[in-house]
């Protein structure tokens, strides 16, 4: 019987398919550079602006996102002390993700008090 050792899979011959999804690779982007333009993670993801729009809103729904206006931009606040949604990895945050991936923690996002936002520095979410 032949064996065969492990060959190194060049990622770009395998671009049918990722380890994380489009809305991983958002947050991600989001948490890297906090005031990116839509366009910009668009670009660097791989899908339409309007899908990254679609992302950040379902982000924002569930809780994971918080915009903030600044001026004419917005800025992204991530709840990285948020478990990850499947069963499979419920057990992890999302900051540990963003961890793991990006190499750094996530800045904490603002706490909601009665419908007023605090600034990330006077609350203790990380």
């Known amino acids: 019987m032949k064996t065969t050792s492990a060959t190194k899979v060049d990622p770009a011959s395998s671009a ?3 380890f994380l999804t489009n809305h991983a690779h ?4 989001l948490v890297a550079q ?8 668009a670009a660097r ?3 339409t602006e309007r899908a990254v729009q679609r992302i950040v809103a379902e982000l924002e729904e569930a809780g ?3 915009r903030v206006r600044e001026g004419r931009a917005n800025r992204y606040l991530v709840h990285a ?3 990850l949604r499947h069963p499979v990895e419920g057990h992890c945050t999302i900051g540990q993700l963003i961890e793991t991936v990006v190499g750094r923690q996530a800045r904490p996002g603002p706490r909601v008090n ?4 605090q600034h990330a520095s006077s609350s203790r979410e990380t």
């Open 16 to 18: 049918g398919w990722t």
């Open 114 to 117: 009665r419908g007023r936002r």
């Open 64 to 66: 994971y996102l918080d």
């Open 34 to 41: 906090p005031d990116a333009r839509m366009r910009n993670v």
């Open 45 to 47: 993801v791989g899908i």
């Open 81 to 83: 002390h948020l478990s």
């Open 26 to 29: 958002v947050l991600l982007c």
